[in-house]
């Protein structure tokens, strides 16, 4: 009579057991989507929401059965594409792996033109605009930022509505050629300044050809700031 109870309470386990996860199909799918909903929950906490689609799997698939629930986690980079692969793993006595492609889509706050811009039309307030993108629809980060972007150069003309990002951009030139520019020479905790005239363009960071009007000798300097070069010395 024991062995009939234990036998039967076995049995009801085991069917309690495959009844929890009747396919591997459906362990793959759970995992998916449990990752998922934590996934967008994080990002919600964090001003993001996140839409997501784990499609199906063929209830035929021929893996075993994962003893403990698998595991699942992006195997790239969600932020850049709106179609991650997961990798779902099980770590049984018959382990496997599986990618499962999904479809991802990361809104938040990003800054678009407020009107279409033309190459190199120097951006102001007015020509931005905030509402809500999918980050992870671009190929490249979007700007989010405005001072990133105000008093940047359009590197090519963009309609209405377009996401910016660095690639859309240049760094006007902060010293043309014929300026008049201040040439600071440094060295240790010294500096010395003069009056010198530029001979070519150049954006911050750049070097340019300047001639120092007092010793009329061509020096190369780097621009520090608008009508401003610096010698290391």
Not at 127 to 142: C, D, E, G, H
């Amino acid at each position: 009579m024991r062995i009939f109870i234990l036998l039967s309470a076995l049995f009801a386990t085991g069917m309690a057991g495959a009844a929890s996860a009747s396919s591997t199909a459906e362990q793959i799918q759970r995992a998916a989507a449990d990752f998922l909903a934590d996934f967008a929950t994080a990002q919600d906490a964090r001003g993001y929401e996140v839409t997501y689609d784990t499609g199906e799997l063929d209830p035929r698939l021929s893996l075993d059965l994962c003893e403990d629930p698998p595991t699942a986690a992006f195997s790239g980079d969600p932020w850049t594409t709106t179609q991650p692969s997961l990798l779902v793993s099980c770590k049984g006595a018959r382990p496997w792996r599986i990618f499962l492609p999904v479809s991802l889509e990361i809104h938040g706050q990003g800054l678009v033109a407020a009107r279409p811009l033309a190459r190199g039309e120097r951006l102001t307030e007015s020509a931005l605009k905030t509402r809500s993108i999918a980050i992870n629809a671009t190929r490249r980060s979007p700007m989010r930022q405005q001072e990133q972007l105000i008093g940047m150069e359009m590197r090519r003309g963009i309609n209405t509505g377009t996401v910016f990002t660095a690639d859309l951009l240049t760094a006007p030139d902060a010293v043309s050629r014929g300026d008049h520019v201040v040439i600071t020479a440094k060295t240790g905790g010294f500096s010395v300044r003069s009056r010198g005239k530029a001979l070519g363009n150049g954006s911050i960071g750049e070097q340019v050809m300047v001639e120092n009007l007092s010793s009329s000798r061509t020096i190369r300097a780097q621009v520090i700031a608008p009508g401003k070069v610096e010698i290391p010395m």
